[in-house]
């Protein structure tokens, strides 16, 4: 019987997850957006309450490993990496938008066209990938701006679905182009729920990560801003 503990901070939403034999049987999230660092390790605590056992019960610990916010997976992968360490158990790591596309399959387990999970990134900027039902990669995780060019071959043959906090910004933009192919499901976002089966399908396969060596997995370079000086 395998315990996992389930962290995601990839996007604004921090939340965390038990998974017991790869279902969900705790979960504590703060949607008020940003407040990783603050709030994580109390939601780790409430989730295990939750789940009535303690981080020694612990089998591994799971975390959504990007793309994304660059502070929020920081701030996630680091507590895995501290935690791990401390318990000495295995890391697993999960892409951020295949937990997405699992979310949505585990929810419509019918549908049987593409699912395009997006990132919110830079103005019309998204991280994104393309998943079948079988949630196999179609498009491999990519950093895409969007215009009205974008997915049009694929919608010529598929029905896409767009989910995550990315997609609200580019749904207009899509639809003005792509009438009919193109659908959009804007509630589903990060949720470390969505880890629990691909952390048990990892823990099976005893695809661990090194604790001394993994990063997340940004795409992109990070780009920071410098403070205006006040006159």
Do not use: W
């Not at 701030?75 to 892409?95: D, R, T």
């Not at 419509?108 to 994104?128: F, W």
């Not at 933009?173 to 009438?179: F, R, S, Y």
């Amino acid at each position: 019987m395998a315990l996992i503990l389930c962290i995601e901070t990839a996007t604004e939403i921090c939340s965390v997850a038990i998974a017991k034999e790869g279902k969900t049987i705790a979960l504590a999230e703060d949607k008020l957006g940003n407040n990783h660092a603050s709030q994580l390790h109390i939601l780790v605590q409430k989730a295990l309450d939750i789940a009535a056992i303690t981080l020694q019960d612990l089998n591994a610990i799971a975390v959504s490993k990007g793309p994304g916010s660059y502070t929020g997976l920081r701030v996630g992968v680091s507590s895995v990496k501290g935690y791990c360490y401390a318990l000495q158990i295995p890391m697993i790591a999960i892409n951020t938008l295949k937990s997405l596309a699992n979310g949505y399959l585990a929810n419509n387990s019918n549908y049987k066209g593409l699912i395009c999970p997006m990132i919110d990134a830079r103005r019309m900027e998204v991280y994104c990938a393309l998943f079948n039902s079988q949630l196999e990669e179609t498009l491999t995780t990519q950093a895409k701006i969007i215009d009205e060019h974008s997915f049009h071959e694929e919608l010529q043959q598929n029905e896409i679905v767009f989910i995550g906090n990315g997609a609200e910004k580019c749904k207009e933009t899509i639809l003005n182009h792509e009438q009919g192919m193109a659908k959009f499901e804007i509630g589903y976002i990060c949720n470390a729920s969505f880890l629990s089966s691909l952390a048990q399908a990892a823990f099976e396969h005893k695809q661990f990560e090194d604790v001394a060596y993994f990063e997340p997995f940004y795409l992109k370079d990070f780009v920071g801003t410098v403070a205006k000086k006040l006159v």
